[in-house]
């Protein structure tokens, strides 16, 4: 059967004219826990969200143009760092989309640091940038 329990607690906030007319604003934030059930049982595999804050916030300037991050950080299992700041790995994804008539495109990037026995830090030296062009037909 099941060894843990897993929580999410979270917040959702969207509001359109920001600082214009016809941009719009959505935050999103929240945390995530799994608790072992049982003594002695661990996760046998990584799992980022043991103990994580997950957030995102994207601004849409108007309808051809959105900016958008996203960040994922782990807390130690003590509760006592938090991510980036004392040491905790952590995802970052920034990521700027822009429409241009038919077309679309995009240009974002995946940043992951922390220690090399941590989910993300595992992945540390695999930073990259992307760049999408779609066209709509």
């Known amino acids: 059967g099941d060894t843990s329990v897993r929580s999410i ?6 509001r359109e004219d920001v600082a214009r007319s016809r941009d719009s604003l959505h935050c999103f934030l929240s945390y995530a826990r799994d608790d072992v059930r049982e003594e ?3 996760i046998e595999y990584p799992y980022p969200f043991t103990n994580s804050l997950v ?3 994207e601004y849409a300037y108007d309808a051809d143009t959105q900016f958008a991050l996203s960040v994922v950080g782990t807390i130690d299992r003590g ?3 938090l991510p980036v700041v004392r040491g ?4 970052l994804q920034p990521e700027i989309r822009r429409k241009f008539g038919e077309w679309d495109a995009t240009i974002g990037a995946d940043i992951l640091e922390g220690p090399k ?3 993300f830090g595992f992945f540390g030296d695999n930073d990259r940038v992307t760049l ?5 037909f």
Do not use: A, N
């Open 132 to 136: 999408s062009l779609r066209k709509e």
């Open 88 to 91: 905790g790995d952590w995802y």
């Open 40 to 42: 002695g049982t661990d």
């Open 117 to 119: 026995d941590s989910f």
């Open 79 to 81: 509760g006592k760092r």
């Open 55 to 57: 957030g995102k916030i």
């Open 9 to 14: 607690l979270g917040f959702d906030y969207r």
